[in-house]
C-alpha cells in the first residue's frame, strides 16, 4: 500500500510540475497573420472533424461537427453546434458569445458550469470552461483548455487538454473548416 501511495505522489508531483511549467499565453501570439475574428470566421456554416485520445494516447472516439453560426440581435455570436460521433451517438450544444472587452470573451451553454473565458491574439485563441460530460452513465464535470491556431487557407486547428482534479484525461483535436454555400 505504502508504495501505491508513494507511487501517485510522485506521478501527482511531476503532473504539477510539468503542467506549472506552461506559461504560454496568447498575447505571444499578438502579431502572427492571420488575424482570427470569431464573428467573421463562425458566422454562416462551419464543419469540424474531430479525435478524443485518453491520457495514454490511445484513440477513444471520433467525431464531425455540424456548426451554424448567427450573430444575435445584441451582437452576441450564437453556435449551433451538432456533433455526430463514429459510434451513433449524437449532441447538441448551443454556445452564445460575447465580448467581454480588448481580445477577451465570455461564453455560455447548457452543459458549460458557469462562464467560458476567452482570449483572443493574432491568429490564436485561448477557450477555458468547465463542462458537465456524460461518460457511462454519469456525469462528470471536466475542465477544457483549449487552444485555436487559425492557419492559412482558413483552416482553424484546435487542441483542447481535458482534465478532472487537474489531472489530464484526455486530448481533443479539431480540424475547422468554412462551408461554402
Not at 485518453?54 to 451538432?82: K, M
Not at 490564436?124 to 457511462?136: A, E, M, Q
Not at 483549449?146 to 484525461?169: E, F, P, R
Amino acid at each position: 500500500m505504502f508504495r501505491a501511495l508513494r507511487r501517485f505522489a510522485v506521478i501527482f508531483a511531476t503532473l504539477s510540475i510539468v503542467a506549472g511549467c506552461t506559461t504560454m499565453s496568447p498575447q505571444d501570439f499578438a502579431s502572427t497573420t492571420p488575424a482570427l475574428s470569431l464573428e467573421e470566421y463562425f458566422v454562416g456554416k462551419t464543419k469540424a472533424y474531430g479525435l478524443f485520445h485518453d491520457r495514454f494516447g490511445t484513440l477513444q472516439r471520433r467525431f464531425t461537427v455540424d456548426i451554424t453560426g448567427t450573430l444575435n440581435n445584441e451582437g452576441a455570436l450564437v453556435l449551433d453546434e451538432r456533433f455526430s460521433y463514429t459510434d451513433g451517438e449524437t449532441q447538441q450544444r448551443v454556445w452564445t458569445i460575447r465580448k467581454a472587452g480588448d481580445g477577451l470573451y465570455e461564453g455560455r451553454a447548457d452543459d458549460v458550469v458557469g462562464t467560458a473565458r476567452g482570449e483572443l491574439a493574432g491568429a490564436v485563441l485561448r477557450w477555458t470552461y468547465d463542462l458537465d460530460l456524460p461518460i457511462s452513465g454519469r456525469t462528470w464535470q471536466v475542465a477544457f483548455d483549449d487552444w485555436m491556431i487559425l492557419m492559412d487557407d482558413g483552416i482553424l486547428m484546435n487542441k483542447a487538454t481535458v482534465s478532472k482534479w487537474g489531472l489530464k484525461i484526455g486530448e481533443v483535436t479539431l480540424v475547422f473548416r468554412q462551408v461554402k454555400e
